[in-house]
């Protein structure tokens, strides 16, 4: 048995993903994830509210990183590079944690019920950026559209990292953000040209 609520925690989380990389998200019962981790299924409803949860803990805490770390960000920086700032604050946590994110995006990826959930915590998230951005003085469209593309990028350069683990998370961040940076300073043709 676990001697404390985060051992207990611990051990509920890795029993969840193995048995739904086994069997499947759906197949797999809150009482299944408790016997393979030890516990009881009581012990199990202690940690988390339900079944999917087991995938989505920490991301309150991540969302509250990200808030505090734009909020804190040095004065006189642009939304990008505030954006980027706390971004690299927070991949340090998700490189810790690869072991157990691999196989959660495996799982979430096969998962639609999961995959919605996914995307509804990602859309509480780039709104709670774009309310610190708006915070620093941010206007509400460009905070909003800071935050939307910004989390963008950082998506795509937590998927590249999946694809090429050869380099850093922050290697990848950083590429995302100056390409990023590069397609805004792309020149666009004249209003009258697109217009017409």
């Given at each position: 048995m676990p001697r404390s609520g985060a051992e207990a925690r611990?051990?509920?989380?890795r029993a969840a993903l193995e048995l739904y990389l086994e069997r499947g998200f759906d197949?797999?019962?809150a009482a299944e994830i408790a016997a393979r981790a030890g516990v009881n299924?009581?012990?199990?409803?202690r940690h988390f509210p339900d079944k999917r949860e087991v995938l989505f803990d920490g991301e309150a805490d991540l969302r509250a990183a990200l808030v505090r770390a734009v909020v804190d960000a040095p004065a006189g920086r642009g939304p990008f590079e505030v954006l980027l700032c706390a971004f690299?604050?927070?991949?340090r946590n998700l490189e810790d944690n690869r072991p157990f994110s691999e196989p959660r995006w495996k799982v979430i990826a096969a998962t639609p019920a999961?995959?919605?959930?996914?995307l509804a915590k990602h859309a509480l998230l780039?709104?709670?950026v774009a309310e610190a951005l708006r915070q620093r003085g941010v206007g509400d469209g460009l905070a909003d559209l800071a935050a939307r593309t910004g989390w963008a990028a950082y998506q795509h350069a937590t998927q590249a990292w999946v694809d090429d683990p050869a380099q850093s998370l922050d290697a990848h961040l950083l590429r995302a953000f100056?390409?990023?940076r590069a397609l805004s300073a792309t020149a666009f043709p004249e209003r009258a040209q697109a217009e017409s």
């Open positions: 611990h051990r509920l989380q197949q797999t019962t299924e009581r012990t199990f409803f690299r604050k927070s991949a999961l995959r919605e959930r996914e780039v709104d709670a100056e390409d990023l």
